[in-house]
């Protein structure tokens, strides 16, 4: 075996993707999925921030506020809970959802939807030491390191940006009277939170392609492996061949055996031979049972002349059956009227040789058959 059989140079299969992909081994984007529920979130807090707020604001001014009624009343607090809860439940429950269907999407979109048992399952190969040092000084931990380092950068980088470009508006914030502080604070903390997720969206764009093209890497195989896999699946060719060698034998044995009892066979004369079959009353048109070319077309011939079946030479007729109909099938209603024509006149020639019947006029040269069944 070379060496060239042995370096995984060839892309991976589908079969071997599957099997990787039943194993829960697929391209994955831990920081696009961050990205993307991170975003969310930011996009989330943009929408319903300001109404969760508000809403915070007046549970904290109702259960911080106490009268002589509360006081003495024992089921207050379990009301002051409902009313809190049913106040800030909407719009919690709707940030919510954005970030479910955010972290959905994020962890789907590289690698698609994969849920498997064998990813969870315990294996002692996971607590190999000397497989976690391995990954320790690889490669890619080389690439994680250069990722952090480029999330550093991104995210402290926007973070600075951030800061300078709404530093008076923090500022004021401090000369502001409630409400409106709250809702200034609200607004600037949700643009500059999405500012900040959306910096995010760099390192995922990095990191998305890297991790395909790392996993693609990682499942490609060897030329050898490639051919072992073609031979388990489809079987070895060798065998194929002999395998298919012999059905071709026995479809032509059989096919033999039925020339005997055909009606006729029409031949080129040479090259082509088909053996036809009618039973008035049972079939709705001749059947082909046997046909070939050549070295086949002659051995049809010859079983024809040893077993008195007539041999009928008709070269445009025997081409067209030959390319138009498959082996015991019906010929098409094209060429009925060519073969009733043959089929007559063998019939009128065995009753001929019986003495039943005058001798027929010889069969026409030109037989109808349409321009479209000519071959």
């Known amino acids: 075996m070379s060496d060239s059989d042995m370096e995984k140079t060839e892309d991976p299969t589908s079969k071997k993707l599957s099997e990787a992909a039943e194993k829960g081994n697929i391209a994955r984007s831990r920081d696009l999925a961050t990205a993307l529920v991170l975003m969310g979130s930011s996009l989330g807090i943009l929408l319903f921030g300001k109404e969760l707020a508000m809403r915070m604001l007046d549970v904290s001014r109702r259960l911080l506020s106490l009268n002589l009624k509360d006081i003495h009343d024992t089921n207050s607090m379990f009301t002051g809970l409902g009313e809190s809860l049913s106040a800030v439940a909407p719009p919690l429950?709707?940030?919510?959802?954005?970030?479910?269907?955010?972290?959905?999407?994020?962890n789907t979109l590289l690698g698609g939807y994969n849920f498997t048992w064998y990813g969870a399952s315990f294996r002692a190969s996971k607590m190999?030491?000397?497989?976690g040092i391995k990954r320790m000084f690889s490669m890619q931990s080389v690439v994680e390191l250069l990722k952090s380092i480029l999330k550093v950068v991104v995210i402290g980088g926007?973070?600075?940006?951030?800061?300078k470009v709404f530093f008076h508006d923090i500022m004021e914030l401090s000369l502001m009277a409630a409400p409106l502080d709250i809702e200034s604070a609200m607004d600037l903390l949700a643009w500059m939170f999405f500012g900040l997720c959306a910096s995010?969206?760099?390192v995922a764009a990095v990191d998305a392609p890297y991790q395909k093209w790392h996993h693609l890497e990682q499942m490609k195989m060897t030329k050898q492996e490639v051919k072992d896999e073609y031979k388990n699946s489809e079987g070895n060719p060798e065998i194929k061949?002999?395998?298919r060698s012999m059905q071709i034998q026995m479809s032509r044995r059989r096919m033999m055996q039925e020339v005997p009892k055909a009606d006729v066979v029409v031949t080129n004369p040479t090259h082509y031979a088909v053996a036809l079959k009618y039973e008035h009353g049972k079939q709705r048109a001749p059947?082909?049972?046997a046909k070939g070319v050549d070295e086949v077309a002659m051995f049809i011939?010859?079983?024809a002349e040893a077993n008195g079946v007539p041999i009928i030479r008709s070269p445009a007729?025997?081409?067209?059956?030959?390319?138009t109909t498959d082996l015991d099938k019906p010929i098409p209603e094209q060429l009925f009227a060519a073969v009733a024509q043959v089929l007559a006149y063998v019939y009128q020639l065995k009753n001929y040789k019986k003495g039943k019947a005058s001798k027929p006029k010889p069969l026409a040269r030109e037989l109808p058959i349409p321009e479209d069944y000519r071959y």
């Open 93 to 106: 429950l709707k940030l919510i959802a954005v970030i479910a269907v955010a972290g959905i999407i994020g």
């Open 128 to 131: 190999d030491p000397l497989a």
């Open 158 to 163: 926007c973070a600075y940006v951030l800061l």
């Open 200 to 202: 995010t969206i760099i």
């Open 241 to 243: 061949g002999r395998i």
């Open 287 to 289: 059947v082909v049972v």
């Open 301 to 303: 011939r010859q079983i």
């Open 317 to 323: 007729l025997a081409r067209s059956v030959y390319h």
